[in-house]
Nanobody
Framework: QFQFVASGGGLVQPGGSLTLSCAAP????????IAWFRQAPGKEREGVAY????????YYPESVKGRFTISRHHAKSTVYLQMNSLKPEDTAVYYC????????????????????WGQGTQVTVSS
């Protein structure tokens, strides 16, 4: 059974960096579209990074472009979100998500597109 285990959240000062991880031991993540979403209190869940299957397309919304990087390590069955130049408005619970896919050209933008979710990890950006 596919299971994502998230780690790496915490408290960081504005301008700092964090790396989030989600591991799915035993699964070939190259066969999945993956994404990172976040949800702040009182707000809807929003996508912050997307990667299609076979690393076909990587997409970031303007709010994080140039600061966040999504990647995956195939041998470790792990996906990452490197976050730099963090801002207080980046404070949220972050979730990794995956959906088995054979289409490297289709970006899955919506949370409801994804089948599997990590448990969420809190990121707080504050001085």
């Amino acid at each position: 059974q596919f299971q994502f285990v998230a780690s790496g959240g915490g408290l960081v000062q504005p301008g700092g960096s964090l790396t989030l991880s989600c591991a799915a031991p035993g699964f070939t993540l190259g066969n999945y579209a993956i994404a990172w979403f976040r949800q702040a209190p009182g707000k809807e869940r929003e996508g912050v990074a997307y990667m299609t299957t076979s690393d076909g397309i990587i997409y970031y919304p303007e709010s994080v472009k140039g600061r966040f990087t999504i990647s995956r390590h195939h041998a470790k069955s792990t996906v990452y979100l490197q976050m730099n130049s963090l801002k207080p408005e980046d404070t949220a619970v972050y979730y990794c998500a995956a959906k088995r896919s054979n289409n490297p050209t289709k970006v899955l933008y919506y949370a409801e597109d994804y089948e599997y979710w990590g448990q969420g990890t809190q990121v707080t950006v504050s001085s």
